[in-house]
């Protein structure tokens, strides 16, 4: 079984760029989760979907930050303007279920560079 | 925001030693999960324990939880070089509708 794709896998930017992180989640996974992960930290949540309904986005920087999950399946969360505080791994990963017990499964994460 | 906070922070034993990292969180659960990530990877699901639990075992993995104490433990048994990494607590929150919050992780290097 093929786990969650992320790309890219690295991305190097210069500030006031736009970028772009596209996942792909576990096939049948109605649950799909971006994360945010500072270097020494635990990922920190920054939108949930079930299906296709972002059902938490309240640790979303909407003023700059934006995703979208078409069809319910593939998912993009997309930067613009970067700024330099950006730096940092996002994180995708996906669940079957919203009960709050099941797994998640992550993908292996885009690091992005702003310079 | 960081619910949980793993303790240590960084811990250093030989293979064959036996590893406990502990996380303390701030509100009641539902359940308690352990996470590890390898360096440069994503994070694998380790086990499960639900607030009514309070001792679980998976091969060499023991977790207890201590629901009045607000804290957990994972024990590592027999370390193996493999066995180094970063290793998270999360919790689902009473209330917050199945959203986990993550620890700060304790960095574990276990060497030959």
């Known amino acids: 079984e093929a786990g969650v794709v992320q790309s890219p896998r690295y991305k190097i930017i210069e500030k006031k760029q736009p970028v772009a992180f596209w996942c792909n989640p576990i096939s049948g996974h109605n649950t799909l989760y971006w994360y945010l992960q500072n270097l020494g930290q635990g990922p920190e949540l920054l939108i949930r979907y079930e299906n296709e309904e972002a059902v938490d986005d309240s640790q979303l920087p909407k003023d700059r930050f934006s995703a979208e999950r078409l069809k319910g399946v593939d998912s993009t969360l997309k930067i613009q303007p970067a700024e330099l505080g950006d730096s940092a791994v996002y994180l995708c990963?996906?669940?079957?279920?919203?009960?709050?017990?099941?797994?998640?499964?992550f993908g292996p994460g885009t690091r992005l560079l702003v310079l | 925001s960081q619910q949980g906070e793993e303790d240590p922070q960084a811990l250093s034993i030989q293979e064959g030693e036996n590893a406990t990292m502990n996380c303390s969180y701030k509100?009641?659960?539902?359940?308690l999960q352990w996470y590890r990530q390898n360096s440069g990877r994503g994070l694998v699901h380790l086990i499960l324990i639900r607030s009514n639990e309070r001792e679980k075992h998976s091969g060499r993995l023991r977790v207890t939880l201590d629901t009045s104490k607000k804290s957990s433990s994972l024990l590592i048994t027999a370390s193996r070089a493999a066995d180094t990494a970063s290793y998270f607590c999360a919790t689902d929150r009473t209330g917050t509708a199945s959203k986990l919050t993550f620890g700060t992780g304790t960095r574990l290097q276990v060497t030959l």
């Open positions: 509100t009641s659960i539902n359940n």
């Open positions: 990963a996906s669940s079957f279920g919203t009960s709050g017990a099941e797994t998640q499964y």
